[in-house]
């Protein structure tokens, strides 16, 4: 058993102690059946919230209306869930109404897609009413039960099953597919950050380009933010060959670099990302733009270390010329960079005030500041105090003739 489980069986061992059942459940039985590196583990219990609560030092309640607390054990925390079923959902997100219940099978009834609800016990057996273990190895997502009823009582879910195919390269299912393409309009009733997420773990799986293939054909984009309102864009995203991004950002780089009429700041605003993931989108789209007209040097100084991996992605992606941009060489330029920040310059604007005064501090202090900049960091100029003094005199005379 993973080495996950293994430290999570006290806590399950001692739900049995005290008389309940507990089972580990969802993603990490899915991927430990896959033999792919397990995340969180979840418990489900026929022990009541308060009952966990009562058993353990340290509980914190998550989502205790819906049965959910977290238990802290030896520094790694778990979610600990009862047993429950679920009334309809008219909110399209929660449950009316969450009855506990005492059979595990009922519990795993409520749950998405068959590969999902599958319990596994403290030995490995396994509990899978829904032939969950057989949709794995044939690579198929499946709903539990009808596909309509799932998809109406969370609309989210069909965003989620086109992202495990992007993360496990399965297929769907014939009736999971028909039901999407049928039911994708309710994806309006999501609100934009669940949806966010589902596509920021889309554009980061291994088998992203299959998963482009079904998010255009089924028409899902046009019940998306922005996509909604020109379809089409969604088209040429498809022709793309994708390969996994590291986050939301550089998927809206690529957008806006398709895209141009569309700004970083639209895109930002109806995705509503933060302002770190903007910042960050429009870097590498304006870099993007840069290539091929400003040095290497420069280029790769305004990305920095941090972003030199994302640039090579997004030029993979969009099929840039030339190999400047593999990170192997961006990363060369950038250790040989004489500085790496406007704060490393032999000068500061107290400088250039000095060699002006009387002149009024304004606008043209920034601009000799940057022209200065770029030329130290492109080897054009030493980062020598004397040497920049006298170039810098020279600009200004040529300004004034």
């Known amino acids: ?24 459940v969802g993603g990490a039985v899915r991927d430990s059946l896959l033999n792919r590196p397990i995340g969180d583990v979840d418990i489900a219990t026929s022990a009541r919230p308060e009952e966990v609560q009562a058993i353990f030092t340290k509980v914190i309640p ?5 049965g959910t607390v977290m238990v802290r054990y030896d520094k790694q925390s778990y979610e600990v ?8 959902y008219n909110d399209y997100r929660h449950p009316d109404e969450v009855q506990f219940v005492k059979d595990i ?82 994806l309006t009733h999501i609100a934009v950050e669940r949806n966010a997420v589902e596509l920021e773990k889309l554009v980061q799986g291994t088998f992203a380009h299959q998963a482009w293939n079904l998010l255009v054909d089924s028409k899902i984009g046009h019940y998306l933010p922005v996509f909604k309102n020109d379809p089409s864009m ?5 022709e793309l060959s994708w390969i996994p991004l590291d986050d939301l950002s550089e998927a809206i780089a690529v957008f806006h670099i398709l895209y141009p009429t569309l700004s970083i700041d ?21 870099m993007i733009h840069q290539y091929d007209k400003a040095s290497m040097a420069w280029l790769v ?22 190999e400047e941009w593999k990170y192997e060489n961006t990363m060369r330029i950038y250790t040989r960079l004489p500085i790496y920040s406007k704060q490393q310059l032999a000068i500061s604007g107290l400088e250039l005030k000095e060699w ?38 020279e600009w200004s005379q040529r300004e004034e003739s």
């Not at 996950?4 to 507990?22: D, M, R, S």
């Not at 969604?234 to 498809?238: A, I, L, P, S, Y």
């Not at 100084?301 to 992606?317: K, S, T």
């Open 105 to 186: 099978r009922d519990d795993l009834s409520r749950r998405d897609f068959t590969m999902n609800a599958i319990a596994m016990n403290i030995e490995g057996n396994l509990i899978d009413p829904f032939n969950g273990r057989e949709a794995i190895s044939l690579h198929t997502i499946k709903t539990v039960g009808n596909a309509h009823t799932r998809f109406s009582e969370d609309p989210l879910r069909m965003m989620r099953a086109l992202r495990f195919v992007s993360q496990l390269g399965f297929h769907l299912s014939e009736e999971t597919w028909h039901a999407i393409q049928q039911n994708a309009s309710l």
């Open 1 to 24: 058993m993973n080495n996950a489980f293994e430290e999570a069986k006290p806590v399950i061992q001692t739900l049995q102690a005290h008389g309940y059942e507990a089972f580990f």
């Open 266 to 286: 639209q895109w930002a605003k109806e995705w509503k990302l933060s302002n770190q993931q903007k910042r960050k989108a429009a870097l590498l789209a304006d």
């Open 81 to 88: 869930t009862t047993y429950r079923v679920e009334a309809e």
């Open 62 to 66: 998550i989502g205790i209306d819906h």
């Open 301 to 322: 100084y305004q990305l920095h270390e941090e972003n030199l991996a994302a640039f090579e992605r997004i030029a993979h992606l969009l099929s840039l010329e030339g």
């Open 356 to 393: 002006f005064h009387p002149t009024p501090p304004g606008p043209w202090m920034k601009r000799f500041l940057h022209r200065l900049e770029h030329a130290v960091v492109t080897e054009e100029l030493p980062n020598d105090r004397e040497a920049m003094k006298e170039k810098v005199l």
């Open 234 to 238: 969604m088209q040429k995203c498809k």
